[in-house]
Structure formats: C-alpha cells, structure tokens
C-alpha cells in the first residue's frame, strides 16, 4: 500500500492550514453511492455547483484566479 502520512492537528491550527483530499472508490460502489445521493443520504449540493457550458472561460478564469474554486463546478451541456 501507500505510505502513512501523519500531521500534527497543532500545527495546522497554528499556521492555519488546511488538507485538501479527494476520495475515491472502486466503480462497483457507483451504483450504491449514487443512489445514496438520490436517497438524499449523502448532500452534495454544498460541495458542487451546476454551471452552463457556455459559462467555460468564466469558470475558468474564477478557479485560476481564486486558486481553488470553493465547490467542484460540473460544466452542463447548454447548446
């Protein structure tokens, strides 16, 4: 497996830092994930934002500009 990274909970307060992460899963557990999402067991709307396609280059320069959008943006067909 990977390597253990520990961090000192202290120290990130300190200099006020934050752990950004990502989690994934096997494609088997689409199906059950998805349909907790639907369930509304699992919220996403704090976590994604819905952005036409046409809106790219706006996106775009928003996430380059703030480094890190606050929400994932999903870019929606609109043509």
């Keep these: 497996g990977l390597a253990k990274n520990e961090y000192s909970i202290s120290r990130l307060m300190a200099f006020d830092a934050e752990i950004i992460g990502t989690w994934g899963c ?3 557990y689409y199906p059950v994930v998805l349909n907790m999402v639907l369930k509304g067991k699992i919220q996403i709307e704090p976590f994604v934002e819905t952005r036409p396609m046409r809106q790219i280059r706006e996106v775009f320069e928003e996430v380059h500009k703030a480094g890190s959008p606050a929400k994932r943006i999903v870019l929606v067909p609109d043509f």
Aim: glycine share 0%.
């Design 26 to 28: 096997l494609p088997e």
